[in-house]
């Protein structure tokens, strides 16, 4: 059996707040990181479409954003993550616009679920992560039976440059800590991600360069990505 979100704290919680430079000026202004509310998923839905799929290095390099196949599982897929109640969402204060999101997911010992997709993209991209995370298992690695898992962070081009990714990041500690979990991992693809996950105290447990997954085969050639390599990495929570 999956892990399952307890009823307290109720959502939205807020988990973190920070101070950054607002949106159009100097102003220091306050922004907060909360729980994603039902009433939010088809913004967050458009929100990941606009500055995930776009920006992420492999769902750039795919197109996944221009295949009709690939989009619609891709959406199905976060519809999911969604449900599990744990994807958190950044808001300036005063304002209910996304500025950045996080998805999140508990996941435990289990066997990965089942390959079921159309789309040769979308598997190309599934087996590519599964190589990684078959290479460092974090709950026998850690010895641990849970830890914080996610599946995609975004900011809003209009908020970049304030450090509002790593603060995202930070989030996850409060997360933990409630929930009692004692590691959180990640998959970072991008130069920026990666960087952001070094600054919250994040280790490198793998890391394989695009270079390198070409020699595998096809399946895993990304040619022309933006980005050096993609690295599993972990925060241990006290």
Not at 15 to 34: G, I, K, L
Not at 154 to 163: D, S, W
Request: glycine letters at 6%; hydrophobic letters at 35%; proline letters at 3%.
């Amino acid at each position: 059996m999956g892990w399952i979100r307890p009823q307290k704290p109720t959502i939205p919680t807020v988990w973190h707040t920070f101070q950054a430079r607002d949106v159009d000026s100097d102003r220091t202004v306050t922004y907060r990181v909360e729980d994603l509310t039902e009433d939010r998923h088809d913004d967050l839905i458009r929100f990941l479409s606009t500055y995930f799929l776009e920006d992420e290095p492999q769902c750039q390099n795919k197109q996944i954003s221009q295949d009709e196949v690939a989009l619609a599982e891709m959406v199905s897929f976060w519809r999911w993550c969604f449900a599990e109640k744990m994807t958190i969402v950044c808001y300036r204060e005063g304002s209910n616009e996304i500025v950045g999101a996080n998805l999140l997911q508990v996941k435990g010992r289990e066997k990965p679920r089942d390959i079921n997709t159309n789309s040769e993209k979308l598997l190309d991209m599934i087996m590519t992560n599964r190589y990684m995370t078959e290479q460092f298992k974090v709950c026998e690695q850690y010895g641990v039976d849970w830890y914080l898992n996610a599946y995609g962070l975004a900011i809003n081009r209009c908020y970049r440059g304030r450090g509002i990714a790593t603060e995202i990041l930070r989030a996850r500690v409060p997360i933990c800590q409630t929930f009692g979990i004692k590691v959180t991992t990640t998959i970072f693809t991008s130069l920026g991600s990666q960087l952001a996950a070094a600054k919250v105290g994040f280790n490198v447990n793998f890391e394989m360069t695009y270079d390198d997954f070409a020699k595998m085969g096809p399946r895993y050639s990304y040619a022309g990505i933006q980005s050096k390599s993609s690295k599993l990495m972990s925060l241990k929570i006290d």
